[in-house]
């Protein structure tokens, strides 16, 4: 697997966020991705007649840019190279879908309907599903992740998320369970 280096300066960041070597074709589609469902999101919770501050629709800006694009980010080759290199570990995986507790966190403080018990096994379905995906074989890493995401849509609809906000736990789980981890080898 021939994976060049992140460029340098703030490059840097885009490269390993995405992965370096990013076509530009990957690199359209991900931010094209990323506006597209930022749009569409924001204009489903215009149309539902959300009462919501100004920090909340930045809160749902930020949060649409980074689960549409990184839908498609982790779906790439450069993604795949870079988060599936060499010497990267079951254990990182792990890790990179753990972290994503700041976006149920950032979720929950941001709109208060949301309900802290459904957040918690939200999150505890992610990380039993990413423990599933990664103890697979390799060669059913990719149906295990389908299989995990069928239940995360059933998750999803018991989550029950504030009107307007449908959308953010699929999203979040496909971006983590099949974009993500169904990328292994």
Do not use: C
């Amino acid at each position: 697997m021939d994976l060049p280096p992140p460029r340098s300066g703030l490059l840097r960041h885009w490269d390993t966020l995405i992965g370096p070597g990013a076509s530009r074709a990957e690199q359209a589609l991900i931010l094209g991705a990323a506006v597209a469902g930022t749009i569409g999101v924001a204009a489903h919770a215009y149309l539902r007649k959300v009462d919501w501050t100004i920090w909340q629709w930045m809160i749902l800006v930020v949060l649409a840019l980074d689960l549409f694009g990184g839908v498609v980010a982790n779906g790439t080759g450069a993604a795949r190279r870079w988060y599936h290199r060499p010497g990267q570990t079951r254990r990182d995986h792990f890790l990179f879908v753990a972290v994503h507790l700041a976006q149920l966190v950032v979720f929950a403080l941001t709109f208060p309907s949301a309900n802290w018990l459904a957040v918690i096994g939200a999150y505890a379905y992610l990380l039993l599903s990413a423990l599933a995906i990664l103890a697979a074989p390799t060669e059913l890493q990719r149906p295990v992740s389908y299989l995990s995401y069928i239940g995360a849509l059933g998750v999803a609809l018991l989550f029950n998320a504030p009107t307007g906000l449908e959308w953010f736990l699929p999203i979040l789980y496909f971006k983590l369970l099949v974009s993500h981890l169904g990328m292994g080898s």
